[in-house]
Each structure stands twice: as C-alpha cells, then as structure tokens.
C-alpha cells in the first residue's frame, strides 16, 4: 500500500479510471460482436461511435481504429452487396488544370517577393548666425 499522500490519490484515481476504461472496453467488444453477427448501416454507425470514445481515452492506438473501422465497413458492404443488386460504377475524370491559373499565381508570387523601395531622407543643414 502507498505510504504518501500523493500516491494515495494516484491509486484512488487509477481505480477509478480503470472502473471506467473497462466499461468502455467492455462496450466496445460487444458492439463488435453485435455487428458482426448483424452487419448493417445503423449498427455500424453505434461501433464507429465507440471505437473514437476508445481512442479518445488513448485505450487504443488511432491506426487500429482506423484499421478496424476499415475492416468492419468492408463486412458491411460485402453483406448489403451480396443481397441487393450490385449498382453501376460511375467513371470519374480529371480536368486538366488550366494553365492561366498557373501564371496568375507566379505574377502574385513576384509581387510579394519584389522588395520595397526605401526612400532616401534629405536632411537639410541650417546654419544659425550669430
């Protein structure tokens, strides 16, 4: 057991976050299970919410989110594709980029790299006579 006072807090506290960090565990195994059982939109939406609560209390690392979200999503379209019928991929095309726009940006670039003119002073002497 902690002798000092501030050690004391740390593990009071650590007990309490640990209580927490399991419920949100725990939550989130059975919402995988939930939805890998039952793959559809609205399930899927509930797991996302509970994989960003994980890794927002640092319970899981960003990239494994990232790569369970990914792999759940792929369970989900793979399940809805098999029972509806399969839509027409659209064919997407770049426009080329014009190159007006290009040489607009270069007169705008040497307008701000161009120093400005300093002025010369003139200074003028009086001469006072006595």
Known sequence: MPILQNAKKALRSSRKKAVFNSRVKSILKTMIDKIKKDP??????????????AVKRNLMHKNKAGRM????????KTSSSSSASKAKKLVVT??????????SVKKTVKKIVKKPVVKKT?????????
């Open 69 to 76: 979200k990914s792999q759940l999503s792929k369970l989900v």
């Open 40 to 53: 559809s939109k609205g399930n899927l939406s509930i797991v996302f919410s509970s994989i960003d609560k």
């Open 122 to 130: 003139v200074v003028k002497k009086t001469v006072v006579k006595k």
């Open 94 to 103: 770049k426009k080329p980029v014009v190159k007006k726009v290009a040489k």
